[in-house]
Structure formats: C-alpha cells, structure tokens
C-alpha cells in the first residue's frame, strides 16, 4: 500500500468523502449512526462545523476519516472522537497517526479530554488508545450489536490532554 497523506476536510473531497461512505463494509456499519451515511450528512462532513474532521488519503482516494466532535453545553471542554479505517488501510499506521492528530486537533479547539468508545471485542483497538495514553472509564455491558447483530460490550477510553 502506498503511503497515505492526512488533510482536513474540505469541500473538495466531497466525492471521496461519499465513496469512502460507500465502500465501509456493512457488517460495520452498525457501529456508525446510520443518519451519519446518508448522501446529505457524508455531504456534511466536508462543510464547516464544531467538529473538525481530517481525512486519509492516498492519492485522491480517502482510506479514513477521523472527527473531533466537541460535546455542547456543561460538557463543552470534552470531545468526542470517531474513527473509520477501511479494511484495505488498516494495519498501515492509519488509525494511529489519525489518533495521534485527534489529540493535536483537540489542544488546537482547546479542549481539555477526548473520549472514544469503542467495541471491547476489538482488542487490537483498545490497545492502540491504550498505548496512546487512553484509559478505559467505563465498560457498558451488551451495550451494541455487532456486525452479525449479536450483543457486545461497549468500552469508553478517555484521555486528559493536559498530562
């Protein structure tokens, strides 16, 4: 695989931005809000917002999209973070130097934590936050559905960006 490149998001990757959403296998896109796949919100994702969203691509091809998503009101100095690596990146760094860049872009919208949830299943996931300096705060029991619609635990991994 060729090396990739990160960019924010902009209105000129609306097309990539809707291929990726295309190309995200259907066993897991359980895992992502439905309404966040509609052609309007991929659309969206290229607009100006609160949350920040940097795309990976190689070449013109977007292989991954991170979003920072700052949380409203008494919760407006943490953020939420979202990553989706096609299975043809994964394995190339992608998902760390987007985890690493989350934590750059939260400082930048001076936000003091970022969480991420995550299925606990995924264990290679949970590790890379954990090594990234996440800490599990909370596991929720039969909390998702899998891929194949079978019940699983959700884990929540926060991060203090002041450390």
């Known amino acids: 695989m060729s090396k990739f490149e990160l960019r924010p998001l902009t209105a000129d990757?609306?097309?990539?931005?809707?291929?990726?959403?295309?190309?995200?296998?259907?066993?897991?896109?359980?895992?992502?809000d439905r309404s966040l796949?509609?052609?309007?919100?991929v659309a969206g994702w290229t607009q100006r917002t609160g949350a920040r969203r940097t795309g990976a691509f190689i070449g013109d091809e977007m292989v991954a999209i991170l979003t920072v998503n700052p949380q409203p009101g008494w919760m407006s100095r943490v953020g939420e973070l979202r990553l989706v690596?096609?299975?043809e990146a994964r394995g190339q760094g992608v998902a760390?130097?987007?985890?690493?860049?989350?934590?750059?872009?939260?400082?930048?919208?001076?936000?003091?934590?970022?969480?991420?949830?995550?299925l606990e299943s995924l264990t290679r996931v949970v590790d890379m936050f954990t090594a990234l300096g996440f800490e599990r705060e909370a596991t929720l029991r039969d909390h998702v559905v899998d891929g194949q619609g079978r019940p699983g635990n959700l884990c929540v991994l926060s991060r203090f960006l002041d450390e």
């Open 96 to 118: 760390k130097a987007l985890a690493d860049r989350a934590v750059v872009v939260a400082r930048e919208m001076e936000l003091s934590k970022l969480y991420v949830e995550v």
């Open 13 to 32: 990757h609306r097309r990539a931005a809707e291929t990726f959403a295309a190309k995200i296998p259907h066993g897991e896109r359980a895992f992502i």
């Open 85 to 87: 690596v096609l299975p």
């Open 37 to 41: 796949l509609s052609q309007v919100s």
